[in-house]
């Protein structure tokens, strides 16, 4: 699989997910969302906001690549969190509806890739004002395990408010391959 094929998949499986542990949260009470369970971002709302804080940071840095990715003109004009546990959205219903647009920009942008654009060392600066140069590539894995590693805490929680959020894996997504 080639890896502009690879990040078109964990767009998808990204897309999948979310949509799976949205419907799961959407099942219980707003007190329970937002309850804290000593969780690293408090809450399933607090997690869930941190992704979508933490996505809108990184498809910031991504829009500045040399590609000028049109698919990311949009997350261009959202203003940029002030910190990664900033509560973008107060309920899950609003916060729901910006996280399916999202994951619909990421799935478009990931299509918009070429395998050459992976290449690219890309220049950014961290939260804290700390220069970076990473390999593109790297970033953009990156950027899909943090979102699976979260998820993971989230459907943690789910599972201890007695919600079950069915089957995670990112095999189910995997094409089948032809035997040779």
Known sequence: MSRTRHTCLMATYNA?????????ANSLPDEELAADKKAFFGSILGTLNHLVAGDTVWLKRFATH???YLALEPIRQLPAPKNLNELVFSNIRELSAHRVWLDQ?????SRSIAESDLDH???????KGVPADKNFYGLVMHFFNHQTHHRGQVTTLLSQA????????????IPS???T
Request: proline share 5%.
């Open 121 to 127: 060392t890309l220049k950014y600066s961290s939260m």
């Open 177 to 179: 391959e032809p035997c």
């Open 105 to 109: 920009v990421i799935v478009e942008w």
């Open 16 to 24: 999948w997910m979310n949509a799976k542990i949205y419907q799961a």
């Open 66 to 68: 040399p590609a000028n």
């Open 162 to 173: 007695g919600v079950d959020t069915g089957d995670t894996d990112l095999v189910v997504l």
